[in-house]
């Protein structure tokens, strides 16, 4: 039977007392005891502490891995766990750095293209490496960019839960912006200010939404940076549903500004870049709040041509957008038409809250006489969006008011 950490610090320890042990090794010597005796299981830096106050040279540390009653991938786990660990402590070389910086700009690549549910697991896993590496002591280099790092990655997992709807969004944005302050870094803060404006907007919040996307153009004055072609074009978003034209149109212009200084190393589909397609997207969306649909279908025709096939998200909001156009040019049907056929073509896992919010923003533009168009109810059976009080009141007559409720399609395909 293979000897057990107890049993191996009492032969190791030999004739030494408890108590010189237990005095080079920063403990008390009941806690040696209760360990010797299997009472207790040491933590990773008590194992290595008693193996170098011994002299093992390893050995209790790797007996410290793994526990009684500990299956073989249990204990596969916990040594990885604390190779990890052990590998985290540095110090950190430039190769290990370069290497967590590109964990993050690939992340950051896979927003444009992955489901969020598929993304997040692994995003999380990298995430917990690089809070192991934050917790030991670095260099001040090296902790400034493990600092940029994790207010990357935390402004990436907020990203994803506001696509997915989910309120912890928030919170994971002062945390990006807290990390990116605590690494003195003004064009990644910029860019977690300009990311979070996305969020109040979506939430209705229009004047947090301008209030955020200004700031993160103030934070990067003179820097060319992402911060300021993201923020510009979602404060004018902001400004048109508030119905404040020429706001609008002076953000517009900042925004073909920014995107002209923008390095073209940024002009890539990343949430850490932003690209000529997103401004004509963003440039569109602007300008169907405003009513002004001719301009609009240019911009969002060139948005069409420029997205690549593999950005389904981004192309669905497109199509979205144009459905938006037909509404407001008094065609619901083929509004409501084009918005369905746009949902029923994303796959399930694309089918994200925010994907679902914009669809539902169609029929808001349709006007209420006009909700009863078979291609109108159809949509809204297909986001589960309530009956109209004549939808209701037929189905009371006919007797089958609570089938019609429960016969909506699920949007996310099951």
Request: with cysteine; net charge neutral; hydrophobic share 40%.
């Amino acid at each position: 039977m293979r000897e057990t950490f107890g049993e191996a610090l009492r032969r190791i320890r030999g004739s030494r007392s408890l108590r010189d042990l237990a005095a080079l090794a920063s403990c008390g010597k009941s806690y040696i005891s209760d360990l010797e005796n299997g009472r207790r299981h040491p933590a990773p830096q008590m194992a290595r502490a008693l193996d170098d106050a011994l002299g093992a040279c390893g050995e209790l540390v790797a007996l410290a891995d793994s526990r009684p009653g500990e299956n073989v991938l249990q204990q596969t786990d916990r040594l990885q766990a604390g190779l990890h660990d052990l590998l985290a402590a540095g110090p950190l070389v430039d190769s290990s750095l370069d290497e967590v910086e590109w964990t993050v700009v690939r992340h950051g690549r896979a927003t444009r293209y992955r489901p969020e549910v598929q993304h997040l697991p692994e995003l999380l896993a990298d995430f917990q490496d690089l809070r192991v590496l934050l917790g030991h002591r670095q260099t001040a280099p090296a902790r400034r960019r493990l600092l940029v790092a994790a207010a990357r990655m935390s402004g990436l997992t907020a990203l994803t839960f506001l696509k997915t709807g989910d309120e912890r969004a928030m919170s994971w944005w002062r945390t990006a912006r807290k990390a990116a302050a605590a690494a003195d870094d003004r064009a990644t803060l910029s860019w977690a200010y300009a990311q979070q404006a996305y969020q109040a907007y979506y939430s209705g919040d229009l004047h947090g939404a301008v209030e955020m996307a200004d700031r993160a153009q103030q934070l990067a004055s003179g820097m060319p940076c992402v911060g300021p072609p993201l923020a510009a074009p979602l404060e004018a978003r902001a400004h048109a549903r508030l119905g404040n034209r020429e706001a609008t149109m002076r953000a517009l212009a900042a925004a073909e500004t920014a995107l002209e200084r923008l390095p073209d190393d940024d002009q890539i589909g990343s949430a850490f870049g932003y690209s000529e397609s997103q401004l004509r997207f963003h440039a569109g969306d602007a300008l169907t709040h405003l009513g002004e649909t001719a301009r609009a279908r240019e911009e969002l025709a060139r948005a069409a041509d420029l997205y690549p096939a593999s950005e389904q998200p981004d192309r669905s909001l497109v199509a979205l957008d144009t459905a938006m156009c037909a509404a407001l040019d008094g065609d619901p049907a083929a509004a409501a038409d084009q918005a369905a056929r746009t949902i029923l073509g994303l796959e399930p896992d694309h089918r994200t809250a925010l994907v679902l919010y914009r669809a539902r923003d169609v029929i808001t533009k349709v006007p209420p006489g006009a909700r009863e168009v078979h291609e109108v109810r159809a949509l809204r059976e297909i986001l589960a969006l309530p009956p109209t009080k004549t939808e209701r009141r037929r189905g009371d007559q006919h007797g089958d008011g609570d089938r019609r409720r429960g016969h909506l399609c699920d949007p996310r395909g099951n």
